[in-house]
């Protein structure tokens, strides 16, 4: 039976720090300061989610109630938090998260749906944010976006996230003017995409690796890669319903380039179920799409299979699981 990676990051409320796989790998969250409870489902004021979020010090942000919480605007999320919805069932509406020139943030077991008003992401990451981990969460039906990794924001990694009703998925670069996203380097695994209809991701300039991901009856394509973007898919799921094509290509002009480019995918170990059609671009060779090994020594990973898949659709997304035990900063005893 396929085991999914992190099996022990339960063991103790913050050895979530630092364990990231991927490109998001140095993310440390709040390890460095105290606990935030949570106390009240309102959007603002003493004991919000919002207040903890808006305080300057690390802070690691825990729930002590369970619900729905209104936001009636974005809620920006400052450097050097963890916001651990383990132990509690927390959705977050009417807005999302924005993280905005921020860096060392965890996003963990929390769920997003309902998101209104034009513009409005689950989880907008931009400009210049990194060292990112969102592990564990359930994404569905927002008017924009579920997850936008734009304007110059990398070294992020996405995880064991499950991703449903909704159209424009994830987009992992702005557009052609904003080449400033070359930089951008996104991990994204683990992932069940179930019948979201497009961008899974789509990606432009970045790097991006894929691994070990499910996704299920898209409508329009399963990923897609556009202006100069890399895209490395290794040992996914895709499986087709009525549209067959998995892999699609656009092609656009960088805004210092002459001439229109479209982006390079490389597919290793990948598994295409039901008529998937994974095509590849013809007269260029997959040397040309940079390997992770370049960038992180080690990652979880096992052949795409029958048993990876019977997981993924049960494993991903928020989890009714018990908030860990808090230990000292050496995680080897309880807390001081």
């Known amino acids: 039976m396929a085991v999914l990676p992190y099996s022990d990051v339960d063991s103790s409320l913050k050895a979530l720090a630092g364990r990231a796989e991927g490109f998001g790998r140095f993310s440390i969250g709040g390890l460095n300061g105290p606990v935030y409870s949570v106390t009240t489902l309102a959007d603002d004021g003493s004991g919000s989610l919002r207040d903890g979020c808006r305080k300057k010090e690390p802070l690691w942000i825990v729930f002590e109630v369970s619900g729905t919480i209104h936001l009636a605007s974005y809620l920006r999320v400052s450097s050097y938090k963890t916001i651990d919805g383990r132990g509690q069932r927390i959705k977050l509406t009417g807005k999302g ?9 965890i996003i963990c ?3 997003f749906e309902g998101g209104r008003g034009h513009d409005v992401d689950g989880i907008q990451i931009k ?13 569905r039906d927002y008017d924009d976006g579920l997850i936008d990794i734009t304007r110059q924001s990398t070294d992020i990694t996405i995880s064991r996230c499950y991703f449903a009703q909704h159209d424009k998925t994830m987009l992992i670069g702005a557009d052609p003017s904003h080449i400033g996203d070359r930089c951008i380097r996104v991990t994204i695994h683990h992932c069940f995409f179930d019948g979201t209809r497009q961008r899974q991701p789509r990606v432009r300039f970045g790097k ?3 691994y070990n991901n499910y996704t299920r009856n898209w409508g329009i394509y399963a990923i897609c890669a556009s202006v100069e973007s890399q895209i490395h898919s290794q040992c996914n799921i895709y499986e087709a319903t009525q549209k067959k094509k998995a892999f699609e290509y656009y092609t656009e002009k960088a805004a210092d380039k002459e001439e229109a480019r479209t982006g ?3 597919s290793e170990g990948d598994l295409f179920l039901n008529g998937a ?13 940079f390997h992770p090994s370049e960038f992180y020594p080690v990652w979880t990973l096992e052949p795409a299979s029958d048993s990876l898949k019977a997981v993924l659709q049960i494993c991903t997304g928020w989890q009714s699981i018990p908030r860990p035990p808090e230990v ?8 001081c």
């Open 208 to 210: 991006v690796h894929l």
């Open 264 to 266: 390079l995918i490389r």
């Open 97 to 105: 998260l924005q993280l905005k020139d921020c860096e060392h943030i």
């Open 127 to 139: 400009p210049n944010s990194r060292h990112i981990w969102i592990d564990r969460c359930s994404l």
């Open 277 to 289: 059609q994974g095509m590849l671009l013809t007269g260029v060779g997959e040397e040309c799409v």
């Open 109 to 111: 077991n929390l769920e």
């Open 328 to 335: 000292c900063a050496d995680h080897m005893k309880p807390a």
